[in-house]
Nanobody, 123 residues
Framework: QVQLVESGGGLVQPGGSLRLSCAAS????????MGWFRQAPGKEREFVAV????????NYADSVKGRFTISRDNAKNTVYLQMNRLKPEDTAVYYC????????????????WGQGTQVTVSS
């Protein structure tokens, strides 16, 4: 069983930055691909970014490419999402997910999900 706990959300002005963290329990963290999804009010949950277990491979949604960076520290069992040049349309609840299967994470079918953290971009 893996438990995921997100943190780092909050209110930020357009153009600002936030770093989200997702802390994972368990001793096999490096064997899990990890991802970030988000869900805005009235919209479906959407893919944001994914990272392989080793951290050597990443992929991003077109809407965040060049602004967001996913990374991980396997020694700390933590995955991060650095969000720069934030826009009002980035406002959403952000969820991290994890699964040994990279494709399951990317497709939003991971076995494990966090409870979410709210990000609000507004002046």
């Amino acid at each position: 069983q893996v438990q995921l706990v997100e943190s780092g959300g909050g209110l930020v002005q357009p153009g600002g930055s936030l770093r989200l963290s997702c802390a994972a329990s368990g001793r096999t963290f490096s064997g899990y691909a990890m991802g970030w999804f988000r869900q805005a009010p009235g919209k479906e949950r959407e893919f944001v970014a994914v990272i392989s277990g080793s951290g050597s491979f990443t992929n991003y949604a077109d809407s965040v490419k060049g602004r967001f960076t996913i990374s991980r520290d396997n020694a700390k069992n933590t995955v991060y999402l650095q969000m720069n040049r934030l826009k009002p349309e980035d406002t959403a609840v952000y969820y991290c997910n994890g699964d040994p299967d990279f494709s399951q994470v990317y497709r939003g079918r991971a076995d494990y999900w966090g409870q979410g953290t709210q990000v609000t971009v507004s002046s």
